[in-house]
């Protein structure tokens, strides 16, 4: 079957670094993403990784080795708002999206 | 620019009910996607439209579940008769044309609880 392994809890403090890592096993790979969802929110596009290699989008960073199916969300210089769960995303083609559970991130003061 | 709604914002019906959920996808988004996510597990993929065509529609778990999109403009998703399995958080989430898959705009979804 299909399916994306990811932490189910990650605590971190303000202004650490954290790292949520992701494998993934699909039939088919156009490449990963990550989401971010606040508790009753919408789940909101964070980033897109196609290549191998990183990605940066200011604080966050997200990575790819495609050869390994492994992905991770770097998080920097974390702040009390970025509380909330990560997703990774692949998608698979045909418009078929694959997600993760989720990875609830508590960040402390 | 309006992001994706979502009506109604939660619903707690009986076993044996009947529930339209329906989506308003960002006006020109030809994508339109339906997932679920039960507590704790993945966000599960159950259809995709593009402009009123079925593209994909594998993650459906039954034929109590039927999908519309008539004009290609906003979706209804109905379950009958619901059953307490059907519990969730429904998602709906639009894009348009030419990007990439991934890179979906959701809805803040419907919260389904069958009693």
């Known amino acids: 079957g299909q399916s994306l392994e990811q932490p189910s809890e990650v605590t971190a403090v303000e202004g650490a670094i954290v790292q949520i890592n992701c494998t993934y096993q699909?039939?088919?790979?156009?490449?990963l993403s990550w989401y971010q969802q606040h508790d009753g929110g919408a789940p909101t596009f964070l980033s897109y990784n196609a290549l191998d290699g990183l990605e940066e989008t200011g604080r966050f960073s997200s990575f790819l080795s495609r050869s390994d199916s492994y992905g991770y969300l770097l998080l920097q210089e974390l702040q009390m708002k970025d509380s909330a769960s990560y997703f990774c995303a692949v998608g698979t083609g045909g418009f078929k999206t694959i997600f993760g559970a989720g990875t609830r991130l508590f960040v402390k003061a | 620019e309006a992001g994706v709604t979502q009506f109604p914002s939660h619903s707690v019906i009986e076993k044996g009910q009947t529930v339209t959920l329906r989506c308003d996808p960002i006006s020109g988004h030809d994508n339109l996607y339906w997932y679920r996510r039960v507590m704790g597990k993945e966000i599960k993929f159950l259809l995709h439209?593009?402009?009123?065509?079925?593209?994909?529609e594998s993650g459906m778990p039954n034929n109590r579940f039927l999908a519309e999109r008539t004009g290609g403009t906003y979706s209804t998703l109905k379950v009958q008769p619901a059953e307490l399995e059907d519990s969730g958080v429904y998602f709906c989430?639009?894009?348009?044309?030419?990007?990439?898959?991934?890179?979906?705009?959701f809805g803040p979804g419907t919260r389904l609880l069958v009693l």
């Open positions: 699909t039939s088919g790979f156009y490449g």
């Open positions: 439209f593009v402009k009123e065509s079925k593209q994909d």
């Open positions: 989430a639009s894009s348009p044309i030419g990007t990439a898959q991934e890179t979906q705009y």
